[in-house]
């Protein structure tokens, strides 16, 4: 009697197991190859006005890359404590997004160019549990929806309407955040996204440990299982490719900041910030090309 116990509560378990698995197969999303990103070269960046982020420009046609940094950030948004600009993004009917944070204080904010020229901003009232940090926005490629990353060890990234692209915002209104991007495993430190696709993304992370993903300051890809709709969360699995170029002619830390993917050409680009003095001298735009 008491192994035909021990055997059924075996059959009992195996097919316990048999079902979570299942669930566990069926909530995660769909697999996708990971890429080879190849290193073409690179270019100087400068510390005061290359070294937070950067956007590829479609509208105007012809119009010069977008980059943020200390010295980019006007007097006006300063003085307002705003004192922090992430990785820019912009959508491709022409809207220019910059996020940026306080050092303390209850919001975040996106400050907006439009096609025309005309500058606006929108704050988002912080959330619980939200953090206080703003380091990057990504704009998905059919322009209503927009993610936005926190710093530190997440397993989320947030969903925004597109201020100044989506109609139900307004910056006489508080930006809401209207979903999650649930991942499957936890980043640090993510400094930038941007779209490759409708649903998959490459990032750069400062990680500086190297725990996660037995890499320090990794290039990501995040897949999703659906496109960002504003209404309902999606999963994101994600991808170490390789490590970031660490290079310089000084020793010591480096900082993965913010990227860009043009579609138009399919380079990818990343900035490397150089240790110590050589900040100065030999911090990098790295360029790839999908192989």
Same mark, same amino acid.
Request: glycine content about 10%.
């Given at each position: 009697?008491?192994?035909?116990?021990?055997?059924?509560? *075996?059959? %009992?378990?195996?097919?316990? @197991?048999?079902? !979570?698995?299942?669930?566990?197969?069926?909530?995660?999303?769909?697999?996708?190859?990971?890429?080879?990103?190849?290193?073409?070269g690179?270019d100087r960046a400068?510390?005061?006005?290359?070294?937070?982020?950067?956007? #590829? @420009?479609?509208?105007?046609?012809?119009?010069?890359n977008?980059y943020?940094?200390i010295?980019?950030?006007?007097?006006?948004?300063? #003085?307002?404590?705003?004192n *922090?600009?992430?990785?820019?993004?912009?959508?491709?009917?022409? *809207?220019? +997004?910059?996020?940026?944070?306080?050092?303390?204080?209850t919001?975040?904010?996106?400050? %907006?160019? !439009?096609?025309?020229g005309?500058?606006s901003?929108?704050?988002h009232t912080?959330?619980?549990g939200?953090?206080?940090?703003n380091?990057?926005v990504a704009?998905?490629p059919?322009g209503?929806?927009?993610?936005?990353?926190?710093?530190?060890t997440m397993?989320?990234?947030l969903?925004?309407?597109?201020?100044g %692209?989506?109609? #139900?915002?307004?910056?006489s209104?508080?930006?809401?955040?209207? #979903?999650?991007?649930?991942?499957?495993h936890?980043?640090?430190? @993510?400094?930038?996204?941007?779209?490759?696709?409708?649903?998959?993304?490459?990032?750069s992370s400062?990680?500086?440990?190297?725990?996660?993903?037995? =890499?320090?300051?990794p290039l990501?890809? +995040?897949?999703?299982?659906?496109?960002?709709?504003?209404t309902?969360d999606?999963?994101g *699995?994600?991808?170490?490719l390789r490590?970031?170029?660490?290079?310089?002619g000084?020793?010591?830390?480096?900082?993965?900041e913010? +990227?860009?993917?043009d579609?138009?050409?399919g380079t990818?680009? %990343? =900035?490397?910030v150089?240790?110590?003095?050589c900040?100065?001298?030999?911090?990098?735009?790295?360029?790839?090309t999908?192989?």
């Amino acid at each position: 009697m008491a192994l035909r116990a021990r055997q059924r509560c *075996h059959a %009992v378990l195996t097919g316990l @197991v048999a079902l !979570a698995t299942t669930a566990v197969l069926a909530a995660a999303p769909p697999a996708a190859a990971a890429d080879t990103w190849t290193e073409v070269g690179s270019d100087r960046a400068d510390p005061l006005t290359e070294s937070q982020g950067l956007t #590829s @420009v479609e509208v105007p046609a012809g119009g010069a890359n977008r980059y943020t940094g200390i010295g980019t950030i006007p007097a006006s948004v300063s #003085s307002r404590g705003w004192n *922090h600009v992430g990785d820019p993004d912009a959508s491709y009917d022409g *809207h220019y +997004i910059e996020p940026y944070q306080a050092d303390s204080g209850t919001a975040k904010m996106f400050r %907006v160019q !439009a096609p025309g020229g005309a500058w606006s901003e929108y704050v988002h009232t912080l959330g619980g549990g939200e953090a206080l940090n703003n380091s990057w926005v990504a704009v998905a490629p059919a322009g209503q929806w927009m993610l936005a990353g926190e710093y530190g060890t997440m397993s989320r990234l947030l969903v925004f309407p597109t201020p100044g %692209v989506n109609t #139900s915002t307004s910056p006489s209104a508080n930006l809401p955040r209207v #979903s999650t991007v649930n991942l499957d495993h936890a980043v640090r430190d @993510v400094q930038g996204c941007d779209f490759v696709t409708a649903t998959q993304l490459l990032c750069s992370s400062d990680d500086p440990a190297g725990t996660l993903f037995g =890499i320090t300051k990794p290039l990501l890809q +995040i897949d999703l299982s659906a496109a960002p709709n504003g209404t309902s969360d999606v999963t994101g *699995h994600v991808t170490a490719l390789r490590q970031l170029p660490l290079r310089s002619g000084c020793s010591g830390t480096f900082e993965a900041e913010g +990227i860009d993917y043009d579609r138009r050409s399919g380079t990818l680009r %990343v =900035i490397v910030v150089s240790p110590g003095f050589c900040v100065l001298t030999d911090s990098k735009t790295y360029r790839f090309t999908k192989s």
